[in-house]
Protein backbone atom coordinates (compact mmCIF):
# COMPACT_ATOMS: atom_id res chain seq x y z
CA UNK A 1 0.00 0.00 0.00
CA UNK A 2 1.20 3.43 -1.08
CA UNK A 3 0.43 5.83 1.37
CA UNK A 4 0.78 9.71 1.08
CA UNK A 5 1.24 11.47 4.46
CA UNK A 6 0.18 14.79 4.74
CA UNK A 7 1.47 16.97 8.32
CA UNK A 8 0.19 20.80 9.03
CA UNK A 9 -0.12 20.76 12.53
CA UNK A 10 1.63 23.33 13.43
CA UNK A 11 4.74 25.41 11.57
CA UNK A 12 6.20 22.25 9.08
CA UNK A 13 4.41 21.97 5.63
CA UNK A 14 5.21 18.40 5.03
CA UNK A 15 4.47 15.46 2.54
CA UNK A 16 5.83 12.15 2.06
CA UNK A 17 5.15 8.87 0.31
CA UNK A 18 5.36 5.88 2.00
CA UNK A 19 5.00 2.13 1.20
CA UNK A 20 3.56 -0.53 3.55
CA UNK A 21 4.03 1.67 6.39
CA UNK A 22 7.99 0.65 6.68
CA UNK A 23 9.81 2.44 3.71
CA UNK A 24 10.45 6.07 2.60
CA UNK A 25 10.15 7.12 -1.08
CA UNK A 26 9.89 10.44 -0.39
CA UNK A 27 9.60 13.32 2.67
CA UNK A 28 9.64 16.59 2.12
CA UNK A 29 9.50 19.39 4.56
CA UNK A 30 9.18 23.40 4.06
CA UNK A 31 9.63 24.73 7.80
CA UNK A 32 8.44 28.11 9.27
CA UNK A 33 11.65 29.05 11.43
CA UNK A 34 12.32 32.22 9.89
CA UNK A 35 8.33 33.34 9.48
CA UNK A 36 8.20 33.08 13.29
CA UNK A 37 11.47 33.57 14.87
CA UNK A 38 11.06 37.19 15.19
CA UNK A 39 8.59 37.14 17.31
CA UNK A 40 10.21 34.19 19.51
CA UNK A 41 7.62 31.25 18.85
CA UNK A 42 5.12 30.47 16.52
CA UNK A 43 2.25 32.51 15.52
CA UNK A 44 -0.74 30.68 14.28
CA UNK A 45 -2.02 33.42 11.66
CA UNK A 46 0.97 33.16 10.26
CA UNK A 47 1.39 29.65 10.36
CA UNK A 48 -2.18 28.83 9.01
CA UNK A 49 -1.33 31.13 5.85
CA UNK A 50 1.72 29.68 4.97
CA UNK A 51 0.74 26.35 5.17
CA UNK A 52 -1.87 27.10 2.24
CA UNK A 53 0.76 28.52 -0.09
CA UNK A 54 3.07 25.78 0.82
CA UNK A 55 1.20 22.62 0.98
CA UNK A 56 0.42 22.51 -2.97
CA UNK A 57 4.27 22.97 -4.06
CA UNK A 58 5.87 20.52 -1.11
CA UNK A 59 2.77 18.11 -2.10
CA UNK A 60 4.20 17.92 -5.78
CA UNK A 61 7.61 17.74 -4.63
CA UNK A 62 7.34 14.63 -2.79
CA UNK A 63 5.35 12.57 -5.54
CA UNK A 64 7.97 13.86 -8.09
CA UNK A 65 10.90 12.73 -5.97
CA UNK A 66 9.16 10.09 -5.45
CA UNK A 67 8.35 9.01 -9.04
CA UNK A 68 4.66 8.65 -8.49
CA UNK A 69 1.57 10.44 -9.24
CA UNK A 70 -1.36 10.69 -7.50
CA UNK A 71 -3.16 7.85 -9.52
CA UNK A 72 -0.33 5.56 -7.69
CA UNK A 73 -1.55 6.61 -3.89
CA UNK A 74 -3.66 4.18 -2.18
CA UNK A 75 -4.51 5.96 0.81
CA UNK A 76 -4.48 9.82 1.79
CA UNK A 77 -3.34 10.10 5.46
CA UNK A 78 -3.39 13.78 7.16
CA UNK A 79 -3.05 14.91 10.68
CA UNK A 80 -6.00 15.91 12.02
CA UNK A 81 -5.10 16.28 15.61
CA UNK A 82 -3.45 17.77 18.12
CA UNK A 83 -2.11 21.27 16.75
CA UNK A 84 -3.07 24.72 15.78
CA UNK A 85 -6.81 24.43 14.61
CA UNK A 86 -6.32 26.57 11.68
CA UNK A 87 -3.20 24.63 10.71
CA UNK A 88 -4.59 21.23 10.97
CA UNK A 89 -7.63 23.05 9.05
CA UNK A 90 -5.54 23.56 5.67
CA UNK A 91 -4.23 19.53 5.52
CA UNK A 92 -7.36 18.45 6.70
CA UNK A 93 -9.17 20.23 3.63
CA UNK A 94 -6.44 19.65 0.84
CA UNK A 95 -7.07 15.46 2.16
CA UNK A 96 -10.35 15.65 1.54
CA UNK A 97 -10.30 17.91 -1.53
CA UNK A 98 -7.46 15.32 -3.28
CA UNK A 99 -9.56 12.16 -1.71
CA UNK A 100 -12.81 14.11 -3.49
CA UNK A 101 -10.91 14.68 -7.09
CA UNK A 102 -9.09 11.39 -7.30
CA UNK A 103 -11.69 9.00 -5.48
CA UNK A 104 -8.59 7.56 -3.17
CA UNK A 105 -9.35 6.61 0.61
CA UNK A 106 -8.22 9.14 3.16
CA UNK A 107 -7.69 8.91 6.97
CA UNK A 108 -7.60 11.39 9.83
CA UNK A 109 -4.11 10.51 11.96
CA UNK A 110 -2.92 11.42 15.02
CA UNK A 111 0.37 13.25 15.70
CA UNK A 112 1.28 12.04 18.46
CA UNK A 113 0.43 8.22 17.37
CA UNK A 114 2.41 9.75 14.61
CA UNK A 115 5.87 10.42 16.83
CA UNK A 116 5.57 7.21 18.18
CA UNK A 117 5.31 5.12 15.09
CA UNK A 118 8.34 6.89 13.48
CA UNK A 119 10.33 4.23 14.99
CA UNK A 120 8.60 1.96 12.68
CA UNK A 121 10.77 3.42 10.11
CA UNK A 122 14.16 1.75 11.25
CA UNK A 123 14.74 -1.10 9.97
CA UNK A 124 15.00 -3.15 13.48
CA UNK A 125 12.11 -1.38 14.97
CA UNK A 126 10.78 -2.80 18.23
CA UNK A 127 7.64 -4.30 18.52
CA UNK A 128 5.14 -3.52 20.71
CA UNK A 129 4.91 -3.60 23.60
CA UNK A 130 7.12 -0.69 24.51
CA UNK A 131 7.18 2.48 26.28
CA UNK A 132 7.61 5.50 24.59
CA UNK A 133 8.73 9.19 25.68
CA UNK A 134 7.26 11.99 23.29
CA UNK A 135 8.99 15.01 23.98
CA UNK A 136 8.30 17.89 21.70
CA UNK A 137 7.73 21.85 21.67
CA UNK A 138 4.81 21.41 23.10
CA UNK A 139 4.42 18.20 24.34
CA UNK A 140 6.01 15.55 27.03
CA UNK A 141 4.32 12.72 27.91
CA UNK A 142 5.00 8.78 28.79
CA UNK A 143 2.86 6.51 27.15
CA UNK A 144 2.60 2.52 27.09
CA UNK A 145 2.25 0.95 23.69
CA UNK A 146 0.09 -1.76 24.61
CA UNK A 147 -0.32 -2.27 20.84
CA UNK A 148 -1.04 -0.12 17.62
CA UNK A 149 -4.27 1.67 18.62
CA UNK A 150 -3.75 0.71 22.22
CA UNK A 151 -1.95 3.63 24.06
CA UNK A 152 -2.13 4.29 27.81
CA UNK A 153 -0.78 7.75 28.93
CA UNK A 154 1.38 7.14 32.23
CA UNK A 155 3.04 10.37 33.16
CA UNK A 156 2.98 13.74 31.85
CA UNK A 157 4.11 17.34 32.07
CA UNK A 158 2.11 19.58 34.84
CA UNK A 159 3.18 22.30 32.69
CA UNK A 160 5.66 23.53 30.72
CA UNK A 161 6.58 21.01 28.00
CA UNK A 162 10.26 20.35 27.81
CA UNK A 163 10.26 22.25 24.29
CA UNK A 164 8.60 24.99 25.47
CA UNK A 165 11.28 25.10 28.44
CA UNK A 166 14.05 25.71 26.06
CA UNK A 167 12.43 28.09 23.55
CA UNK A 168 11.39 30.08 27.10
CA UNK A 169 14.70 30.00 28.25
CA UNK A 170 16.45 30.62 24.68
CA UNK A 171 14.37 33.87 25.12
CA UNK A 172 15.77 34.81 28.12
CA UNK A 173 19.68 34.41 27.15
CA UNK A 174 18.82 36.39 23.84
CA UNK A 175 19.43 33.29 21.79
CA UNK A 176 17.54 32.73 18.20
CA UNK A 177 14.34 30.45 18.20
CA UNK A 178 13.85 27.64 18.30
CA UNK A 179 15.75 27.38 21.47
CA UNK A 180 16.49 23.63 21.08
CA UNK A 181 19.57 23.58 18.57
CA UNK A 182 21.40 26.50 19.90
CA UNK A 183 21.56 25.92 23.67
CA UNK A 184 22.21 22.05 22.68
CA UNK A 185 25.51 23.75 20.66
CA UNK A 186 26.35 26.04 23.38
CA UNK A 187 26.44 23.60 25.50
CA UNK A 188 28.66 21.13 23.96
CA UNK A 189 31.51 23.43 25.38
CA UNK A 190 29.72 24.19 28.66
CA UNK A 191 29.93 22.41 32.20
CA UNK A 192 26.66 20.78 32.98
CA UNK A 193 27.88 20.68 36.47
CA UNK A 194 28.36 24.78 36.63
CA UNK A 195 24.97 25.66 38.03
CA UNK A 196 22.71 23.45 39.94
CA UNK A 197 19.17 24.12 38.43
CA UNK A 198 16.57 22.27 40.04
CA UNK A 199 14.86 19.06 38.80
CA UNK A 200 11.49 18.33 37.82
CA UNK A 201 9.62 16.41 40.51
CA UNK A 202 11.99 14.00 41.98
CA UNK A 203 9.92 12.44 43.93
CA UNK A 204 9.76 8.38 43.17
CA UNK A 205 6.28 7.96 43.75
CA UNK A 206 5.00 10.21 40.28
CA UNK A 207 6.01 9.44 36.85
CA UNK A 208 4.97 13.17 36.15
CA UNK A 209 7.28 15.99 35.13
CA UNK A 210 7.51 20.00 35.67
CA UNK A 211 10.00 22.56 33.87
CA UNK A 212 8.49 25.71 34.81
CA UNK A 213 10.40 25.57 37.78
CA UNK A 214 13.25 25.46 35.98
CA UNK A 215 12.87 28.38 33.74
CA UNK A 216 12.03 30.43 36.75
CA UNK A 217 15.19 29.15 38.14
CA UNK A 218 17.00 30.07 34.70
CA UNK A 219 15.25 33.65 34.62
CA UNK A 220 16.12 34.39 38.05
CA UNK A 221 20.04 33.42 37.92
CA UNK A 222 19.76 36.17 35.08
CA UNK A 223 18.31 38.65 36.82
CA UNK A 224 20.78 38.45 39.63
CA UNK A 225 24.02 37.59 37.67
CA UNK A 226 23.23 39.31 34.17
CA UNK A 227 23.09 37.56 30.55
CA UNK A 228 26.09 35.79 30.70
CA UNK A 229 28.58 36.01 27.56
CA UNK A 230 31.14 33.39 26.31
CA UNK A 231 32.55 30.13 28.41
CA UNK A 232 29.45 31.69 30.98
CA UNK A 233 26.79 31.19 28.37
CA UNK A 234 28.05 28.01 27.50
CA UNK A 235 28.13 26.84 31.04
CA UNK A 236 24.93 27.57 31.86
CA UNK A 237 22.88 26.04 28.54
CA UNK A 238 25.22 22.67 29.96
CA UNK A 239 23.60 23.26 33.43
CA UNK A 240 19.89 24.08 31.63
CA UNK A 241 20.09 21.12 29.32
CA UNK A 242 21.54 18.86 32.24
CA UNK A 243 18.52 19.65 34.62
CA UNK A 244 16.03 18.49 31.84
CA UNK A 245 17.88 15.55 30.51
CA UNK A 246 18.28 13.98 33.89
CA UNK A 247 14.79 14.73 35.24
CA UNK A 248 13.35 13.04 31.82
CA UNK A 249 16.13 10.34 31.74
CA UNK A 250 15.60 9.47 35.27
CA UNK A 251 11.68 9.43 35.44
CA UNK A 252 11.78 7.00 31.74
CA UNK A 253 13.32 4.38 33.29
CA UNK A 254 11.67 4.31 36.42
CA UNK A 255 8.55 4.09 34.57
CA UNK A 256 9.86 1.21 32.19
CA UNK A 257 11.14 -0.76 35.58
CA UNK A 258 7.53 -0.06 37.03
CA UNK A 259 5.82 -1.38 33.84
CA UNK A 260 8.33 -4.14 33.47
CA UNK A 261 9.05 -3.11 29.82
CA UNK A 262 12.32 -3.76 27.95
CA UNK A 263 12.31 -1.68 24.95
CA UNK A 264 11.74 2.09 25.14
CA UNK A 265 11.97 4.88 22.14
CA UNK A 266 12.18 8.14 22.51
CA UNK A 267 10.97 10.79 19.93
CA UNK A 268 9.59 14.12 18.84
CA UNK A 269 11.73 17.11 18.47
CA UNK A 270 13.47 17.20 21.89
CA UNK A 271 14.60 13.67 21.33
CA UNK A 272 16.79 15.18 18.79
CA UNK A 273 18.73 16.91 22.01
CA UNK A 274 22.57 15.23 22.16
CA UNK A 275 22.78 15.68 25.86
CA UNK A 276 19.04 13.48 26.13
CA UNK A 277 20.07 11.20 23.93
CA UNK A 278 23.06 9.94 25.22
CA UNK A 279 21.72 9.98 28.91
CA UNK A 280 18.97 7.90 28.03
CA UNK A 281 20.96 5.67 26.19
CA UNK A 282 23.39 5.36 29.47
CA UNK A 283 20.77 4.88 31.87
CA UNK A 284 18.86 2.29 29.75
CA UNK A 285 22.34 0.38 28.96
CA UNK A 286 22.80 0.25 32.70
CA UNK A 287 19.50 -1.53 33.56
CA UNK A 288 20.18 -3.94 30.71
CA UNK A 289 17.08 -2.15 28.93
CA UNK A 290 16.76 -1.36 24.91
CA UNK A 291 16.86 1.64 23.72
CA UNK A 292 15.53 2.98 20.38
CA UNK A 293 16.44 6.22 19.19
CA UNK A 294 15.03 7.44 15.49
CA UNK A 295 17.25 9.41 13.17
CA UNK A 296 17.24 13.03 13.90
CA UNK A 297 15.38 13.94 10.40
CA UNK A 298 12.42 11.77 12.11
CA UNK A 299 12.16 12.99 15.28
CA UNK A 300 10.74 17.04 13.91
CA UNK A 301 7.16 16.95 12.27
CA UNK A 302 7.25 14.91 8.91
CA UNK A 303 5.13 13.80 6.35
CA UNK A 304 6.67 10.08 6.81
CA UNK A 305 5.60 9.65 10.68
CA UNK A 306 2.05 10.50 9.43
CA UNK A 307 1.88 7.88 6.38
CA UNK A 308 2.83 5.19 8.60
CA UNK A 309 0.17 6.33 12.20
CA UNK A 310 -2.15 6.60 8.71
CA UNK A 311 -1.41 3.07 7.43
CA UNK A 312 -1.88 1.57 11.29
CA UNK A 313 -5.51 3.26 11.43
CA UNK A 314 -5.95 1.45 8.24
CA UNK A 315 -5.19 -1.57 9.45
CA UNK A 316 -7.72 -1.15 12.08
CA UNK A 317 -10.41 0.08 10.31
CA UNK A 318 -10.54 3.27 11.08
CA UNK A 319 -11.73 5.53 7.68
CA UNK A 320 -12.46 8.96 6.98
CA UNK A 321 -15.13 10.82 5.13
CA UNK A 322 -16.54 14.47 4.82
CA UNK A 323 -17.09 14.93 8.44
CA UNK A 324 -13.62 14.22 9.56
CA UNK A 325 -12.68 17.46 11.72
CA UNK A 326 -9.86 18.99 13.02
CA UNK A 327 -9.09 18.31 16.25
CA UNK A 328 -6.98 20.23 18.16
CA UNK A 329 -6.68 18.26 21.64
CA UNK A 330 -7.13 15.11 20.24
CA UNK A 331 -5.94 12.79 22.87
CA UNK A 332 -4.59 9.32 22.37
Known sequence: MLVLGLETSCDETAAALVEDGRRVLSDVVSTQVDIHRRWGGVVPELASRNHIVQVMPVLHEALTRAGKTLDDVDLISVTSGPGL????????????????????????ANHLEGHLLA??????????????????????????????????????????A?????????????????????????????????????????????????????KTSVLNHVRKHGVPQGQALADL??????????????????AARRLGLQRLVVCGGVAANSR?????????????????????????????????????????????????????????
Open 237 to 254: CASFQEAVADALSKKFIA
Open 85 to 108: IGALLVGVQVAKSLSLATGKPFVG
Open 276 to 332: LRSLCLERAQERGLQLYLPPVRLCTDNGAMIAVAGYEAWRRGLRGDVRLAADPAWRM
Open 162 to 214: AGEAYDKTARILGLPYPGGLPIDQLAQTGNPEAIRFPRALPQPDTLDVSFSGL
Open 119 to 160: IRLLEDAPEPPFLGLVVSGGHTSFYEVQDYGRYRLVGSTRDD
